[in-house]
């Protein structure tokens, strides 16, 4: 089964997705935070990473998340979505120098079509 670290500093929007994810047959690890996620990635050795670019003040953003996963060879190749809020400023190039393989706006996508998704690029990498 396809493990997911989803990385959302919104509760209740982590957890419906989170849940609708499962429901599709994904296992999922949760974080709040980026510099949790970062730790919790040796442990849970994920597929895929789900990651809410825009982070609280206090944490590292969802970008700089993604700078040390790019600069780390373990995680160097490991797929990213990134999920932004309506308003987010997403620099295209940003994103695919650091390897971003789709940005989704939260809302406009269903957890359906979140797992369909995932599971396109993790059949793309095998």
Known sequence: MPKVLYVEDDDPLREVLASELRSAGLSVVEERRASAALQSLAEHRPNLVLLDIGMPHGDISGVDMLARLR????????????????????????????????????????????????????????
Do not use: C, Y
Not at 71 to 83: F, G, H, K, N, Q
Not at 119 to 126: A, F, K, T
């Open 71 to 126: 600069e780390d060879d373990r995680w160097r190749d490991l797929p990213v979505i990134v999920l932004s809020g309506f308003g987010d400023v997403i620099n295209d190039d940003v994103m695919a120098r650091l390897g971003v393989r789709a940005v989704l706006t939260k809302t406009d996508v269903t957890g359906a079509e979140v797992a369909r998704q995932i599971e396109q690029i993790l059949m793309s990498i095998r």
